[in-house]
């Protein structure tokens, strides 16, 4: 089976500072550091990982203790290190959320240049009706409108999941509630079911395909309310637009997403940061997904964040898991070859450059 390029459709920028052993493990996945009641975060699936895979490429051998790894990381420098991980991870187009830490993390143009290749912009939602608000105005739809067409972004990203919860409404809110919610909201972190709202569907009204955090993330969500379930109303209010929504990450919902993006035609799912989490297990969230998500409906991401090597990890265990359960299916008479390098092509590639409109390059 050839493994092509990969598309990384949700990931985000890259920390070009060297790291101590906190500072690294405050990055590895979504706890905020090292728990003082447990051991460390190597003590994980990711951990072994990173151990596992990213130290070779560092010139050490697999398994290496943590704290070897780390400072070999130093000794050879953040630049470096990003480079040799993103250029082994197989990736030539990064569609990167800004949203976060923009001042931070490396830009999308740099993040690829690391790997030789190319990036593309997804615009936070909420990031760019906070920068509205700071700023002061009488027309905030309006301006808002503008910011995102004009942007150049190819995609929109709501963290709804993050503020309010998913369950939002299957119409879009009027001006007068829009305006009756814009008046008890903080500019600096917009918190408002009806905003969330206005801004979704605004999204899909401009035609930008638009993701949604689901599921998984870290202590500042309730996962109770993140269950892809809840955008039912949603999206049978967006379905006739014919606008893409893709849900992201999605554990442990992976098998809701799979349901709703087979009964709703403009619905894509990944499985994101779960895919580096898990390590080599993630091969049973793969096999689980494709129990109902249509082929043509699954897109691959990393979701990496800050960590060259969480690039790395999920390139690799998305491919390695691939392998590993298609090669079976063919084995057992399930699928031909072309059926499962037409698997492979879809989910690593032409799904994100028909949901985006990339270049098929």
Known sequence: MRMPALIDHHCHGLVADDLDRAG???????????????????????????????????????????????????????????????????????????????????????????????????????????????????????????????????????????????????????????????????????????????????????????????????????????????????LRGTVDRGVPVLLLHNWPFHRNAAYLSQVFDHVFMDLGLATHNAGVLSRTLLRETLELVPFGKLLFSSDAFGLAELYLVAALMFREAAEDLLGRLVEHGEMTDNDAQRLVDLVARENAVRAYGLDPR
């Open 24 to 234: 690294f493990e405050a990055l590895m996945n979504e706890a905020p550091h090292a728990s003082p009641l447990a051991t460390t975060l190597f003590d994980s699936m990711l951990g072994l990982a990173i151990r596992r895979h990213c130290a070779p490429l560092l010139d050490l051998e697999p398994l290496v203790d943590a704290d070897a790894y780390l400072a070999r990381r130093r000794e050879l420098g953040a630049p470096e290190v990003n480079r040799r991980l993103l250029g082994a991870a197989g990736i030539d187009t990064f569609v990167v959320d800004t949203g976060l830490w923009r001042d931070v993390l490396t830009s999308p143009e740099e993040t690829a240049a690391y790997a030789g290749g190319s990036a593309h912009e997804i615009i936070r939602l909420e990031w760019v009706a906070e920068q509205v608000l700071q700023a002061g105005t009488d027309d905030f739809a309006g301006e808002v409108v503008s910011r995102l067409q004009a942007s150049g972004a190819v995609g929109a990203k709501s963290i709804a999941a993050y503020r309010v919860g998913l369950e939002l409404p299957a119409t879009k809110p009027s001006a007068d509630e829009l305006a009756s919610a814009l008046a008890g909201v903080a500019p600096e972190r917009l918190v408002d079911k009806t905003v969330s709202a206005w801004l979704a569907h605004t999204a899909v009204e401009l035609g930008l395909p638009l993701q949604f955090h689901v599921g998984y993330g870290d202590s500042d969500l309730d996962l109770l309310q993140c269950d892809p379930l809840r955008l039912t109303a949603f």
